[in-house]
């Protein structure tokens, strides 16, 4: 793979995996509970053809020359459940994915299946002096997450059950002018193959400020202090812990009626528990987006941030990248999204790779409750020195094409 292809991703690839639900189209009324609280339902059904399945080398093309290619289908239904109140409010998103490889290629036919389930409680209202809340991600790949750029593990090979919650208790002892969060964080990642990749936890507390100067506009503050444990560790590999930390200071909100930006800086550092193992340094986001309508805007960004990671320590990224949605008509939709990111890790060999990730999705709402999609990803991936040191899952060389034909539905 060619520096060249990854460095132009940026500029030439653009993508998103926008939920329909974020967006003015599919957004229907859902099956009523009571008063004000719906269950929303959706169905995407898919077919299309993956050139990488299993993520390969580039550098071990099978003996028939092929990449594994094969044509595979997609099943994802979900069930969304929303219950607004002003002391008590309740969300809750869920998917289950099924993607069945058809055996077109050399591959056999496989089935792998993945879900996702998102809760939110919030005792209190937005404006009450005190309030609490829960929020909790827990992730079976294979499964597309509904962020922009997102891409999964190694579904077929490693496997990975990822859990991201935190709770959080919000003071306001000035109103919504000033407020103030104490919290809680955890995360937890296991893969399946634990030959290749190992698992992890890491938990610990946070402190956020908002001071809303302006009616759309705040200053804000964040600190968090966590610890980071890797255990069942495959044999002759191993990850070193840490108390990594991060403090970040900024400003969000609207510029203007049309500009809305996020500007943040601070200072990350992995702490790991044998110093040469640390990843430390200035960190921040600079993220402009303009709203032509209510259906076209344009976002622009650069992301810089610091993580301990299992078996390789921890890790730098920087991450430029583009994102466009465009409405016409009040039924086409083109969404488009491209990113590139350069990961420097702290491991023995100062590992680093080069990712670039782009999708480009149209859509078409035949009703509210029906749409029909077109759907190219591609993921690059390419170790910066053009070598491959183990874990070879994480540091290898590989592109991966995807193409996919979607019909949804949502009620």
Not at 124 to 145: E, H, K, Q, W
């Amino acid at each position: 793979m060619k520096q060249s292809v990854i460095f132009g991703l940026a500029s030439l690839c653009l993508a998103t995996t926008t939920s329909a639900f974020a967006q003015n189209y599919g957004a229907t009324t859902g099956f009523p509970i009571g008063d004000k609280s719906r269950v929303h339902t959706n169905l995407d059904l898919s077919v299309g053809y993956d050139s990488n399945p299993r993520r390969f080398d580039n550098d071990n093309t099978p003996a028939d020359g092929s990449r594994l290619q094969d044509w595979r289908g997609l099943i994802r239904p979900g069930l969304m459940v929303d219950v607004p109140g002003n002391s008590v409010k309740f969300n809750l998103g869920s998917h289950l994915s099924i993607s069945q490889l058809l055996g077109t290629g050399p591959n056999n036919a496989d089935t792998r299946f993945g879900a996702d389930i998102g809760v939110g409680l919030q005792l209190g209202s937005d404006d009450s002096i005190v309030s609490f809340r829960i929020d909790n991600m827990l992730v079976r790949t294979p499964d597309y997450i509904d962020t922009p750029g997102a891409v999964a593990s190694d579904e077929f090979r490693a496997p990975e059950w990822n859990n991201n919650g935190t709770a959080r208790l919000t003071l306001r002892p000035g109103g919504r002018a000033l407020e103030f969060d104490l919290g809680y964080m955890f995360m937890y990642s296991n893969y399946d193959d634990e030959s290749a990749l190992s698992a992890y936890q890491r938990h610990g507390g946070l402190f956020e400020a908002r001071w809303k100067f302006l009616p759309k506009t705040a200053f804000v503050f964040h600190a968090d202090i966590s610890r980071f444990s890797p255990f069942d560790e495959p044999a002759g590999l191993s990850t070193v812990g840490g108390t990594p930390f991060r403090i970040t200071v900024g400003a969000v909100g609207q510029v203007t009626t049309r500009l809305t930006a996020e500007l943040t800086a601070g200072y990350e550092d992995t702490l790991a528990d044998e110093s040469a193992f640390s990843k430390r340094g200035p960190i921040g986001n600079a993220i402009l987006t303009y709203s032509f309508n209510e259906a076209t805007s344009l976002t622009v960004g650069y992301r810089r941030r610091i993580r301990p990671v299992v078996l390789l320590n921890g890790y730098s990224s920087d991450m430029p990248f583009v994102q466009a949605k465009i409405g016409i008509a009040g039924r086409l939709v083109f969404n488009l999204y491209g990113h590139y990111e350069f990961r420097g890790y702290a491991d023995q060999n100062e590992s680093a790779v080069q990712v670039g990730v782009g999708d480009a999705r149209v859509e078409y709402w035949f009703f509210e409750w029906l749409m029909g999609a077109v759907n190219y990803r591609l993921l690059v991936q390419n170790p910066s020195d053009g070598s491959v040191s183990s874990p070879s899952l994480l540091l290898q060389d590989f592109t991966r094409h995807q193409l996919f034909f979607l019909v949804g539905f949502r009620y």
